[in-house]
């Protein structure tokens, strides 16, 4: 039995989930790619589980399927004809509240996958405990393909976006982001949601394009510096200020829909 879930994310990445939770109620499972689940019949809803094994007792399984979507659309000054993300893990942290108490419990399953963020793509399936949330954090932790080296190729930057600078009096230039250090996006089911015990559930992540170059204006691109050749690059070496303020929104900016 399939349900839908609907989440938006306007790129974030937030490292912290909304409510302290003693580290002795974290309930962890590293699934892997392919895991290997096994649930005890005689399972109490107290079992603590390695987070670093590459096959965990996850209780009362559940699969969810998320599908990646573009949304936002591109700033006038600013159009994007490639755009990349590497994602290396696909997390799930959320609270479930037990005896009136908030129980943190956290999913990830590892992965080596390139997404389009310019069209719908596959971000892949994680298994997590089928209980009733009180909220829920999907995560995407994108991570270069060569992390501590100059990312150059869009094969293998963390997010990798190019395509024109569009300015005034006809000043159009090539432009190229690329993101060298691992992020994590994540976005928030604020409500309520049970899942249920062997069922299958279809999330929706949803990547607002036009955030990641917020406050990035058009006499920031005019006076930015470019190569022999006109292009902006915008890198950790190279318009380190705009690369910066990337990072920012990537950090700080977060919406969510849940239907």
Known sequence: MKRQIIILIAVAAIFA???????????????????????????DGKVAINADAQSAVIPHPANINFQLYPAGGAKTVLQWHTGYINVSALT?????????????????????????ILKPGNAGTIIVAGVNYSSMYPSLVLTPLNSGTDIT??????????????????????????????????????????????HDYSGQ??????????????DMLKHSQRTADGMIIINSSTNSHLYQLILNNLQGSLATQFL
């Not at 230039?173 to 899942?195: D, G, N, Y």
């Not at 992540?205 to 058009?218: A, Y």
Request: charged residues 20%.
């Open 17 to 43: 989930a909304c409510s302290k939770v003693d580290n002795n109620d974290l309930i962890t499972g590293n699934t892997g790619d392919n895991p290997t689940i096994e649930v005890p019949n005689n399972f």
């Open 205 to 218: 992540l949803f990547i607002n394009i036009s955030n990641i170059t917020n406050g990035i204006t058009d």
């Open 153 to 198: 190729a869009k094969e293998s930057a963390a997010l990798y976006l190019k395509g024109f600078y569009l300015g005034k009096n006809n000043d159009v230039a090539p432009v190229c982001i690329e993101i060298s250090q691992q992020v994590k996006l994540t976005a928030e089911w604020a409500r309520m949601v049970a899942i249920q015990e062997n």
């Open 92 to 116: 799930v942290d959320g609270y479930e509240v037990v005896d009136g108490m908030k129980q943190q419990l956290h999913f990830e399953t590892s992965m080596s996958r390139q997404l389009s």
